[in-house]
């Protein structure tokens, strides 16, 4: 009774994800329970959107070939390592130069746990670790407010929910909330502002162990140095640091996040292998997709060859920006919607260090850095804690400030980013760099983007002719789905195109 009550929503069920639309894996027994032939169907893009789709449409058999015109699936998930080289649009080539078991995500690099990212990295046994994203102990710096220095994200927030506790809890005292609240719940909201902004009986913000020390507490005889002058709310709200503080609110960035163990690719690896690499042609940079009405025909060239790939069905995985300048017969409805969705640039740079100076002499272990600087956020590596060396992400910008640096070869990429360092952290940011790698997705061949604007979200009217299939090719990508920008968008965007497919084809 209980299990039906659950079913009717009368009751919780022991259902852990609240995905919508449970998924269903194409099987085998599809086909040969109904007499019917698996379908050979060509997926355009190797990166997670098209190659979930051939591995779940592979799960019942279909004859999948996908077609990827980097020399390398994954797509926008890409981890550089040392001996990975890149040439970008504007034909700057760079190798990395990092050591032994460095690494940096380029792209997607945090994963949160309601993701359908994780059951896939479940399901095909790729191990992860926490990656943290907020921490802290990391610095926010506002150059732009005044301040000269960084300030611990522990300070900043013990001062800017203090204050704002205390004008609460005063506008409390004096009546300015008689109209909204009762009195026992003004009391209560009294006494939550009292424990949230750490405030005295007086409902002052004095400070307090929250903002940190500068000897911490330890053996007796050493009861800690707390932080000096606490700064007036004046202050606090000119500098700024506040702004921070929603971000790990996010529904998608909120702490624990994850991140595979060795590098986002393991996730595009193990579809790679699960896929099987015989189905995969990579260097295959597709030049005209044609819907002959019993089937698609896909031309492409590999290696100066140009060859033809044919098919029941095509599943078109790539960046609309790119399907957009590749010749179809699909229809001017999918055309101007796939024009009327435009890339956006995002950019990384990889700085390796000789030395962990940010655990050592900071005492930062992960977690990101906030900034009012063109390199906006620096990230702390989420591994090989008290290693010998490791990799910050020195920039993790977007839009104009990704553009100004792209524009720069690798070395003023590298100078620009590290003077931006040298304010916050000093001058170890300078002189214990041993190499850098800088990656922009605007620049990057077959890809020139590292998210989309959709005008109107992706189930506007206009985007119809791309969420259904158009004749026989179906679309997927996390540009189609309402998570753009992460790959649980490219995982679920796959299924829906792959559960559209397989129902077809069951029908047909
Ligand atoms: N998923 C990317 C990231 O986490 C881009 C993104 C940023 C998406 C912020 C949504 C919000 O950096």
Redesign the pocket.
Known sequence: MFATMGALGLAPTAQAAPHETPFRAPRTGDFHLTGRAAARVVVIGGGIAGLTAAYELGKAGYDCTVLEARDRTGGRNLTVRGGDTTTDLQGTRQTARFGDGEYMNCG???IAQWMVTLDYCRELGVPLEVFTNTNADAYLYNESAGMTGPQRHRTAKADVYGYVSELLAKATDKGALDGELTADDRERLTEFLKDWGELGDTLAYEGGERRGYTTVPAAAGTPGVPLGDVPTASQVFSSGVGRYFSFEF?F??AMLMFQPVGGMDRIPQALTRAVGTRRIRTGAAVSKITDTGGGVSVIYTQGGRTRTVEADYCVAALPPNILARIPHNLGPGVQSALEAITPSSAAKIGLEYRSRWWETDHRIYGGITETDQDVTHIWHPSYGFHGERGVLIGY?NYGSDADAYARLTPKGREERAVAAGVKIYGEKYRTELASSFSHHWRQTPYLEGA?HNTPGGPEALRYKPLNEPAGRVHFAGDWLSHTD??QHGAFTSARRAVTALHTRVLAS
């Open positions: 997607p690099a945090r996010g998608d960035q993790y998210w920008a992460w």
